[in-house]
């Protein structure tokens, strides 16, 4: 169980839809949560990932490791390139834990090689109440 998984839960038991997405990893698939009401299984993680990306009306972001930061830039690059419409993006955690994050995206905008509103994308909430009012305000203005 993880952070995934209790989205797909809460939306389950709130008696919405909980969609699921999985891929083929190792000698087999990753199964889908109990919770999933409609679920996805694909033949790559690019895939899964970029299905991810294209399909939320929201995204909130909790603490990961590579695909998690994979998912953040693929996600900024298809709104910055008009891929993909402007939603809320939402890390969520102490600033200090998303502060190399913030970090390496004003690095590339030092260097010239992301635009100044890449970092402006994403939205920090400290807590899980904070994300709420975010997801509900929608994107901040251009």
Do not use: C, H
Request: aromatic content about 8%; hydrophobic content about 40%.
């Amino acid at each position: 169980p993880g952070i995934m998984e209790a989205g797909n839960r809460g939306a389950k038991e709130a008696g919405g839809v909980s969609l699921g997405y999985s891929t083929y990893f190792g000698s087999g698939n990753e199964p889908l949560n109990p919770y999933t009401t409609d679920g996805y299984v694909f033949a790559s993680f690019a895939q899964r990932e970029a299905e991810m990306v294209d399909r939320a009306a929201g995204i909130l972001i909790a603490q990961g490791g590579v695909g998690t930061e994979w998912e953040i830039y693929e996600t900024i690059a298809k709104i910055q390139t008009g891929k993909k419409n402007r939603v809320p993006v939402v890390v969520l955690g102490p600033r200090a834990k998303w502060q190399s994050l913030f970090d390496r995206l004003n690095f590339m905008v030092g260097n010239g090689t992301v635009s100044p509103e890449d970092p402006k994308l994403l939205q920090l909430a400290e807590t899980p109440e904070k994300a709420i009012e975010l997801m509900e305000a929608g994107m901040p203005a251009e």
